[in-house]
């Protein structure tokens, strides 16, 4: 900018300039939330676990409604997800809720592949969302977000430790998405048992160095509760929609025979520690989680392994515009190639087909002089044999005229000769 | 039920949104509470915001900015006879904090010293074109580093007010061929300067008639009428953009007025009360500025001013890549019409328009 001199006082460690009077600027994060609150909220949660650990019924009794859906069967043939979007509305907030599930996990024979589509849509939704802020013409804040921002994991309640499968998949899928891993059915463990399992499974994540989401502390108004909730983890959850009467209220239970299970009992079981923490407390720092550790990873991979670098600031735009250019030429050369090669083969199959053509014409040629000549020669002989018959005929009415005269001749004679005959035998 | 939705190919144009099911919640989950981290996640962050004041020296800027701020942003300069007019435009940049109830906001004042002051004022708006497309170029470059920082430091200019001084008749060539080129690349706020000189009726008509010329020149100042995102948006901008520009009085010595202590000037004739609507329209404008709307500046500023520029950017120099595999966008910009919506750039012949006319700026 040659023609400006801008200078600019007191950079960093900006000053603090004390007010006045009241400015009004404290209706900011008021002003925030109304234009949140008029672009609406999106969530997605991812539920990873084997077929049968109650992941619907959970996402069922953590949203207080019923969400369509049909238990999955046990013979899938491969692991599937199954992604559902609902629009939940409470007071003002409208939230775009998508829960998706994983079909068929853990129920086939070999499941060393299970984890692979898991990966893969998690990145296509990371890829999704890259490209559209690649765009150049991108409406980024218009866009449904389906990044996941959660990742429930859910382990069967053994009571002994984590399954080989859940470590492999748990630390393919730790880079990629915040997992919250939680005992499914804790219902089916005991009070000990379950401390002596949760203890078994925090050490067996750690000791495999698999991240799994943490609860931020450091802000001090949820520090506190964060801090507590983290040495619950993982939660022992129960999740049911059929509703009891407990004293004089209604509360979500199971009942056994041997005594009633009550879900959002504290002392039952850990759901209501799972719902404060999942939406009530971190629901935000979930998604900036996702959008800033786990995205930017993403991102940056992509775009190193497509083979942008920055190096530094000042050959930045250069190195990637050169980049850009030489993978520009590149792709262009071969199209370029690919299109020489089509249009080689092309011609030489066209000079084939012409080749084949006009053999098959000269051949026609061939036929049809053949037949010609045979035809002639077959004329010829009718007509030689119709010239012979036609000889034979005329010699015959030759004679036949010849004969009709000496008969003529001959009855006059002979009559007369007869006659003669006749008379001389009579004599 | 959806079935088993494939993850969407990168060849596909991503839908907006998929399908969605309403659904009824039976009891209370506690969604709402999420409002209440955002706000924490904010206050936490703190804001940003950056304004520049444009128009000739001795209309008052630094005195409105004090004003505004209720705090010594600037010295308020009276030039002595000694000091030279600068020659050049020169943009100076305040960076301060200021905190209230909680709510730290990042304030950044730029100055436009001599704008409009020289014998021959051509081009005196391109130094300003330029920082402000400098600003946006800082951001471009931060946000497509492969390695970037998790908050992207915001110095784009929110608001531009422009001070018109108060000649009474009409908008002069200067002021139309200022706004004409500002007002696509960032928000534009008009402000009628030292509105003490007029009375109200002369006011009134000066309102209207820039009104009348912002209108046949094509000039949208902010709030941009196809912004308006729904009803009670279009209502209340509606209010505002009838009050354009408005009539101000910067003012940062309190006098004592009735017993209570105000904001004023002080004449022989009487005080001007700068918060008295009666008086003048100040606080019209910091409502506009930092109360109601502050929010809203910074959204259009990113979505759609920044958004023009990044295109413009993009098209020109293929930055990014649009090769095979990525959805190829975006054909040559003349061609392409113009999206609808409240969130449509305005236009792709307006962004030529500008490319055309700083064909030789620096990238």
């Keep these: 900018m040659a023609a400006t001199d801008i200078a600019r006082q007191a950079g960093e460690g900006c000053r603090t300039v004390p007010l006045a009077g009241h400015v009004g600027f404290d209706s900011l994060p008021d002003q925030l939330v109304n234009q949140s609150i008029s672009q609406g909220f999106c969530f997605n949660i991812l539920c990873v676990g084997e077929t049968g650990l109650g992941k619907s019924t959970l996402m069922d009794t953590l949203f207080n409604t019923k969400f369509e859906g049909e238990p999955a069967t046990h013979t899938q043939p491969g692991v599937q997800l199954q992604s559902n979007t609902y629009d939940l509305q409470e007071s003002n907030v409208g939230l775009k809720l998508t829960i998706v599930s994983t079909v068929g996990f853990g ?321 | 039920m959806d079935p088993l939705r494939q993850s969407p190919s990168p060849s596909s144009s991503r839908a907006s949104s998929p399908r969605t099911l309403p659904c009824e919640m039976l009891g209370y989950v506690g969604i709402e509470a999420v409002l209440d981290q955002l706000k924490i996640k904010a206050m936490k962050m703190g804001f940003e915001f950056n304004i520049m004041v444009v128009g000739q020296s001795g209309l008052g800027k630094s005195t409105m900015v004090n004003t505004l701020f209720k705090s010594k942003m600037w010295k308020s300069t009276m030039p002595g006879l000694g000091v030279p007019t600068p020659q ?69 200019v929110h608001c531009c007010v422009y001070f018109v001084p108060p000649t009474g008749h009409c908008l002069r060539p200067l002021d139309i061929e200022f706004l004409q080129r500002l007002c696509r690349t960032v928000n534009v706020v008009p402000v009628i300067a030292r509105a003490d000189s007029l009375t109200i009726e002369e006011r009134e008509a000066f309102r209207h008639r820039i009104q009348e010329n912002l209108k046949t020149h094509g000039i949208e100042v902010y709030p941009q009428k196809c912004f308006d995102e729904d009803i009670n948006d279009k209502i209340l901008n509606s209010k505002i953009r009838e009050r354009i520009p408005f009539a101000v009085v910067g003012a940062d010595r309190e006098h004592i007025v009735n017993g209570r202590c105000v904001l004023g000037r002080k004449t022989k004739w009487g005080i001007i009360e700068v918060e008295n609507m009666a008086h003048c329209e100040f606080p019209l404008l910091r409502d506009l500025l930092i109360r109601s709307h502050l929010q809203d500046l910074k959204d259009i500023t990113h979505n759609v001013h920044y958004e023009n520029y990044r295109i413009f950017r993009l098209n020109e120099s293929h930055v990014l890549p ?42």
């Design chain 2, 88 to 156: 050049t435009l020169q943009l100076q940049s305040v960076t301060h904090v200021i905190e209230e109830s909680g709510v730290k906001l990042k304030l950044t004042v730029t100055d436009t010293p001599g704008f409009g002051d020289q014998i021959n004022n051509d081009k005196c708006w391109d130094p300003i074109l330029g920082y402000i497309n400098e600003q946006y170029e800082q951001y471009l470059q931060e946000e497509i580093l492969i390695t970037r920082q998790r908050h992207i430091p915001d110095t784009r």
């Design chain 2, 322 to 363: 649009r090769g095979p595999g990525w959805v190829n966008l975006a054909p040559a910009p003349a061609s392409v019409p113009a999206p609808a919506g409240p969130q449509a750039t305005p236009g792709p012949p307006k962004v030529g328009w500008w490319a055309k006319d700083n064909s030789d700026e620096e990238c």
């Design chain 1, 107 to 427: 129920d086939q024979i070999n499941k060393e592949d299970s984890y692979k589509p898991i990966v893969e849509f998690i990145d296509a939704q990371f890829e999704a969302y890259l490209q559209e802020e690649l765009k150049i013409r991108r409406l980024l804040h218009n866009y449904h977000d389906s990044r996941i921002h959660a990742c429930l994991y859910f382990i069967a309640p053994t009571g002994h430790s984590l399954k080989s499968l859940d470590l492999v998949t748990m630390k393919k899928l730790d880079s990629k998405v915040n997992i919250i891993p939680i005992i499914a059915k804790s219902d089916a463990i005991s009070k000990s048992e379950l401390t002596k399992f949760k203890i078994k499974i925090t050490s067996e994540l750690v000791s495999n160095g698999v991240q799994i989401y943490q609860f931020p502390t450091d802000d001090e108004l949820v520090a506190e509760i964060n801090g507590t909730m983290n040495a619950h983890l993982p939660f022992a959850v129960i999740g049911s929609t059929e509703e009891l009467k407990i004293g004089n209220k209604m509360v979500k239970a199971r009942q056994y025979p041997w005594g009633t299970v009550q879900v959002e009992n504290e002392a039952h079981c850990d759901f209501v520690k799972l719902r404060e923490m999942l939406i009530r407390v971190n629901m935000e720092d979930l998604r900036e989680q996702t959008h800033s550790r786990h995205y930017e990873l993403y991102r940056r991979c992509k775009l190193e392994e497509m083979g942008f670098k920055d190096t530094d600031p000042d050959s930045k735009p250069f190195s990637l515009q050169e980049t850009y250019e030489a993978k520009r030429n590149e792709f262009l050369g071969e199209l370029q190639k690919k299109e020489e090669e089509m249009r080689q083969m092309f011609v030489q199959r066209v000079k084939e087909k012409e080749a084949e053509l006009k053999e098959a014409e000269k051949e026609l040629h061939e036929k049809f002089d053949r037949l010609k000549k045979l035809h002639q020669d077959e004329k010829k002989k009718l007509e030689d044999k119709k010239k012979s018959l036609d000889d034979e005929v005329s010699a015959f009415k030759q004679r036949k005229t010849a004969a009709e005269l000496l008969q003529s001749q001959g009855s006059q004679a002979g009559g007369s000769q007869t006659l003669k005959r006749d008379k001389e035998k009579k004599n």
